[in-house]
């Protein structure tokens, strides 16, 4: 049997489109785009530019407020650090949630450190914040609130637009992982409120290595201090040479999504309709976080009395994970699962299914087989 993937929230199969988009400039227009005294730096920096544009597009923001980087967890890294650095002499207060991706939760650790205050909102058994919760945990010094849009283990999205809401009338600033959100769902900055954004490429079916950070210019204007020198590359924000061939491929990435984006979803739905509601009628099955306010792609399932791990190395075909790849490797239950109240024995019992622009309704009807045949002789 074929290896069937679905496993896309940890990352995505780069789109055929997207890799000639970048073939080009991994040959022959191999210019850097800071070389400004000849035709080579002039193509590199116009195709970054153009990128740049797209990017922009895709969650309504101008141009000028896209910030090139290496991923979403350097993003995150220069977001709240940069804005730490910059304003903790108005405050040391930052709120975040309890479900967050963890280059957030490791960030604010650091800052702990460096004498930051981190204030954890709690979410409920849907995977939902609490806004009269948020509201009442906002001060004078808070500097910086963190929500995560759209998360990566259960898919659940979060109120952005409430949200900013009680933060701007607090006079704070809003920050979001769109990591998840970016290429599956529509996400505008403006109507949302968002005033710094994360986005990642290889989520989107780009390449690895290359991702967006958003930091808005007006209303608000929000600055951030460097946390990379060497150069004054991306408005002295971010140094170092720009991954010309990454930014051309997350910019095709991007020009895709928000053209193909509704019809991918309508269709990625009902594959993950139909593969919950027929592995669910095997046994006592069910569906962790809110099942009206997710990603269209994204499942998280729990087998009670059954180690998801066992039931994973029965079918080592099918690529699957049972948490965050980034914690993956560390033997602990999810922190996401746990912090929406599932006991350490659901949260070890549970099974996120991720599916793509690439996934076949055949391939969901084999694992639907697969799923019966082994929870049936569990």
Same mark, same amino acid.
């Given at each position: 049997?074929?290896?069937?993937?679905?496993?896309?929230?940890?990352?995505?199969?780069?789109?055929?489109?997207?890799?000639?988009?970048?073939?080009?400039?991994? &040959?022959?227009?191999?210019?850097?785009?800071?070389?400004?005294?000849?035709?080579?730096?002039?193509?590199?920096?116009?195709?970054?530019?153009?990128?740049?544009?797209?990017?922009?597009?895709?969650?309504?923001?101008?141009?000028?407020?896209?910030?090139?980087?290496?991923?979403?967890?350097?993003?995150?890294?220069?977001?709240?650090?940069?804005?730490?650095?910059?304003?903790?002499?108005?405050?040391?207060?930052?709120?975040?949630?309890?479900?967050?991706?963890?280059?957030?939760?490791?960030?604010?650790?650091?800052?702990?450190?460096?004498?930051?205050?981190?204030?954890?909102?709690?979410?409920?058994?849907?995977?939902?914040?609490?806004?009269?919760?948020?509201?009442?945990?906002?001060?004078?010094?808070?500097?910086?609130?963190?929500?995560?849009?759209?998360?990566?283990?259960?898919?659940?999205?979060?109120?952005?637009?409430?949200?900013?809401?009680?933060?701007?009338?607090?006079?704070?600033?809003?920050?979001?992982?769109?990591?998840?959100?970016?290429?599956?769902?529509?996400?505008?900055?403006?109507?949302?409120?968002?005033?710094?954004?994360?986005?990642?490429?290889?989520?989107?079916?780009?390449?690895?290595?290359?991702?967006?950070?958003?930091?808005?210019?007006?209303?608000?204007?929000?600055?951030?201090?460097?946390?990379?020198?060497?150069?004054?590359?991306?408005?002295?924000?971010?140094?170092?040479?720009?991954?010309?061939?990454?930014?051309?491929?997350?910019?095709?990435?991007?020009?895709?999504?928000?053209?193909?984006?509704?019809?991918?979803?309508?269709?990625?739905?009902?594959?993950?309709?139909?593969?919950?509601?027929?592995?669910?009628?095997?046994?006592?099955?069910?569906?962790?976080?809110?099942?009206?306010?997710?990603?269209?792609?994204?499942?998280?399932?729990?087998?009670?009395?059954?180690?998801?791990?066992?039931?994973?190395?029965?079918?080592?075909?099918?690529?699957?994970?049972?948490?965050?790849?980034?914690?993956?490797?560390?033997?602990?239950?999810?922190?996401?699962?746990?912090?929406?109240?599932? &006991?350490?024995?659901?949260?070890?019992?549970?099974?996120?299914?991720?599916?793509?622009?690439?996934?076949?309704?055949?391939?969901?009807?084999?694992?639907?087989?697969?799923?019966?045949?082994?929870?049936?002789?569990?």
């Amino acid at each position: 049997m074929q290896p069937i993937y679905l496993d896309n929230n940890a990352t995505t199969k780069i789109d055929d489109r997207v890799l000639k988009a970048m073939l080009p400039y991994l &040959t022959d227009k191999f210019g850097n785009a800071a070389s400004s005294t000849h035709s080579f730096g002039w193509i590199a920096k116009d195709a970054v530019e153009q990128s740049r544009e797209k990017i922009a597009a895709l969650i309504s923001a101008d141009s000028s407020e896209i910030i090139f980087t290496s991923g979403s967890t350097e993003s995150i890294n220069l977001a709240i650090k940069g804005v730490y650095d910059l304003y903790h002499r108005k405050g040391k207060h930052i709120i975040i949630t309890a479900s967050e991706h963890k280059a957030v939760l490791d960030t604010c650790k650091y800052l702990e450190k460096q004498g930051a205050e981190i204030s954890m909102l709690s979410v409920n058994e849907a995977g939902l914040i609490d806004i009269e919760e948020l509201e009442n945990m906002i001060r004078p010094d808070t500097i910086l609130v963190s929500v995560i849009m759209a998360n990566n283990e259960t898919g659940v999205i979060q109120d952005m637009k409430k949200i900013s809401e009680v933060v701007h009338n607090k006079n704070s600033i809003l920050m979001s992982d769109t990591t998840q959100a970016c290429g599956k769902i529509p996400v505008n900055v403006n109507e949302l409120g968002i005033d710094l954004l994360c986005m990642s490429a290889h989520k989107m079916y780009g390449p690895k290595g290359v991702a967006a950070l958003f930091v808005r210019r007006k209303g608000p204007r929000v600055s951030i201090n460097a946390q990379i020198h060497g150069g004054g590359h991306e408005k002295d924000l971010r140094s170092g040479t720009l991954n010309v061939p990454g930014i051309v491929g997350l910019g095709a990435a991007c020009e895709i999504a928000a053209k193909e984006m509704k019809d991918d979803a309508v269709r990625i739905s009902a594959l993950r309709d139909k593969l919950e509601k027929e592995i669910m009628e095997s046994g006592n099955i069910s569906i962790n976080g809110d099942v009206k306010q997710r990603l269209p792609n994204t499942s998280n399932l729990c087998f009670h009395n059954i180690k998801a791990s066992g039931l994973l190395k029965k079918m080592p075909e099918i690529a699957l994970a049972t948490g965050s790849a980034c914690t993956s490797a560390i033997p602990q239950p999810s922190h996401v699962l746990m912090a929406m109240g599932l &006991t350490e024995e659901n949260a070890y019992s549970s099974i996120r299914f991720s599916l793509g622009r690439f996934t076949t309704e055949k391939e969901i009807e084999i694992v639907i087989s697969k799923f019966k045949e082994h929870i049936k002789s569990n």
